[in-house]
């Protein structure tokens, strides 16, 4: 099945992420929010993100609301080092699964593609 999934993990405690806001959007031409969700228990949305004949080839962006999770969890500056992390990306095969995961600290973020 052709779709886009995520996940995130706090590298800071060690656990996923649970209740990340995370917001989709199609950035070809206009720039065109899709879908917003929360990461569940485990870091994870509960479906995915875009499926289906939805998924197309283009530019996508996926936004993280990581400053406001880390606000809960421990101190932060008013102004945190990170707060929305963007992660900008391309589908060039909608016939594929895309997985783009996030792993983050309050000063740091890596990702690549899954499966």
Known sequence: M???TTHCL???SGKPAKGVKVDIYFVSGNREKLN???LNNNGRSDKPL???ANFKEGEYELVFFIGDYFKKITDLPKTPFLNEVVIRFGISNPNEHYH???LVSPWSYST???S
């Open 50 to 52: 875009i499926e289906g």
């Open 2 to 4: 052709t779709k886009l």
């Open 100 to 102: 783009v995961p996030l």
């Open 112 to 114: 690549y593609r899954g």
């Open 36 to 38: 917003s969700t929360t």
């Open 10 to 12: 706090d590298t800071f």
